[in-house]
């Protein structure tokens, strides 16, 4: 395998973008979007060869939805979007 297909999705957090990574469940952040991009490869990357090392990249890769032959999500994300859900008669 020589390239990993994942979603990457930003988030503003205050003055913090986080780059998140929901297949593998890995999050990174920086300043600008550029660098939480960045920051995220190095995460994702740092995580994947930690699996390596202790045996457990295939079982990770499988249970994330890859397609392991080809490196691609075998049901990848359609659409992001964002919902609002009225929170009333919940108590705060």
């Not at 300043?31 to 490869?41: I, K, M, P």
């Not at 060869?49 to 359609?78: C, F, H, K, N, Q």
Request: with cysteine.
């Amino acid at each position: 395998m020589h390239n990993l297909i994942f979603t990457e999705q930003l988030i503003q957090e205050g003055n913090v973008i986080v780059a998140y990574c929901p297949e593998l469940d890995v999050s990174s952040c920086g300043t600008t979007g550029e660098q939480a991009r960045a920051n995220l490869r190095t995460a994702i990357r740092l995580f994947l060869e930690e699996a390596t090392r202790m045996g457990t990249l295939t079982d990770i890769l499988t249970e994330a939805g890859y397609d392991l032959t080809r490196a691609v999500l075998t049901s990848p994300v359609i659409e992001i979007t964002q919902q609002t859900l009225s929170l009333e008669g919940i108590p705060a």
